[in-house]
DNA sequence: CAATTAGAAACCAATATGGTTACTAATTGG
DNA sequence: CCAATTAGTAACCATATTGGTTTCTAATTG
């Protein structure tokens, strides 16, 4: 129950808006349903894609949310800079300087971690949420 | 303060024993100095490495902590399997079966994501401990 | 004006993390 | 055997994050 699903949620958020696309506008209460959770939840991720740029939330009655593009333009990586988290996080406190390793340790991986990072983001720059809504689609399990 | 540098301080223990391998042993006190935190965390951190089949840790005065195979055959990503966090967390709700996308959701997400986090692992990989401690003794900033 | 909706604040429970203190058990050296 | 050292461990604390809920406001529609 606390493990950190936000980027999970805000994907499927953004697929079934992909499926809607051009169509009708999705509202909280319907994402909520379909992601089993509560539509105060939905909002507070819908806020930050708002803010990032990637959906367009319209209140009011006949109100909901949009994509702002084509799901064929909007990438995972384009959401896990909205709601992704950091895999790895370097210690807040600064290695004592005295020490050999510790005095250059921090930058030496910081390094290496994004080399790695880098690499996970270029496989979900490769997936779009158009891409997603495919293959749900086709493979709806029932 | 509260950001799982758990990983990161796992690193640099294991570097500073690839500095002391085929030396003598370290003591989790010179290791929580050079990370800067406490001897405990050292030893939180420790045991897992030690269960993980990384590190033998000896009890007793002259005791301390040695790497159990030579660092060049240790890389990132053996250190993280251990003290890693997944990077992307599927939600413990189950999305809902009577929507399109929510049916088959999950299984679709987790195929990408799984790509996505081994292209990072294959980066860790690359990266041993023998080249972190080399690095960090070739650049000792001063 | 009534209904609907996003936005938001306030609060709660559960969890994770870093930190600290204090103990036990094992090992070494005198 | 005894003292010193060290890993292992438990207990506890403060802080932060997360998911959840309730309750409100503001905007929009008809």
Chains 1, 2 share one sequence.
Not at 45 to 57: Q, S, T
Not at 91 to 112: A, D, I, M, R, T
Not at 115 to 138: F, G, N, P, S, W
Request: aromatic share 6%; proline share 6%; with cysteine.
């Amino acid at each position: 129950m606390y493990t950190n699903s936000q980027f999970a949620v805000a994907v499927h958020m953004m697929t079934i808006l992909a499926g809607n696309y051009g169509q009708q506008r999705v509202n909280s209460e319907l994402m909520a349903r379909s992601v089993n959770t509560n539509p105060v939840i939905i909002r507070r991720i819908l806020r930050k894609l708002v803010k990032g740029g990637l959906v367009a939330a319209v209140p009011g009655a006949t109100g909901g949310s949009v994509l702002t593009r084509p799901p064929e333009q909007i990438s995972l990586l384009d959401i896990y800079r909205i709601e992704g988290k950091q895999p790895v996080c370097l210690p807040e406190n600064n290695p004592n300087p005295e020490c050999l390793v510790g005095k250059s340790f921090k930058g030496v991986l910081c390094s290496k971690l994004s080399e790695a990072e880098q690499a996970m983001e270029r496989k979900l720059a490769e997936v779009t949420i158009a891409d997603l809504y495919t293959e749900c689609a086709e493979f709806p399990l029932f």
